[in-house]
């Protein structure tokens, strides 16, 4: 009997002990809860902010679309160096100039070289090129004393 009332005890100690810390755990509001009824025009209001939201996302999409777009269908800056070399002429330089993908035609170039009357003036050496410079910019790079 005494083993009873001893496990009894033990029993209601630990519930009280369980209910005071599910007490102290408890976390009681503020402010009482509002019940939330929406009214008609309210929901309408949302509604029409949410479209107005929506129809600004979809043109800021768009214009994100737009600019990826634009920016793929750019042409890729290529440099190249030339190196012109002694005994080089006007047609293995325009030719290089072509397979590195500088010009698009090696025998506009080389005409353009003749007719400026700078086919004797292409320096040796090293120049540094890239595919946005105009056939009249590559010439005066090439031209030019180092």
Known sequence: MKAIMRSFGIALFIAGAAMSVIQMNEVEPKEPIKEAFVTADELAKVQQQLQVQQQVNDKLTAQLKKQ?????NQP????YTLNV????????????LQQAKM??????????????GLSSKIQLGKSKL???MSQ????????ARK
């Not at 990826?68 to 793929?72: E, P, T």
């Not at 070399?85 to 290089?96: F, I, N, P, Q, R």
């Not at 010009?103 to 400026?116: K, P, T, V, Y």
């Open 68 to 72: 990826s777009q634009k920016k793929a």
């Open 76 to 79: 890729k800056i290529v440099q």
């Open 85 to 96: 070399k002694s005994g080089m002429g006007t047609s293995e330089v325009s030719t290089a």
């Open 103 to 116: 010009i698009e035609d090696a025998n506009d170039f080389e005409e353009l070289l003749i007719n400026e």
């Open 130 to 132: 890239d595919s946005t």
């Open 136 to 143: 009249k910019e590559i010439v005066a790079v090439i031209t």
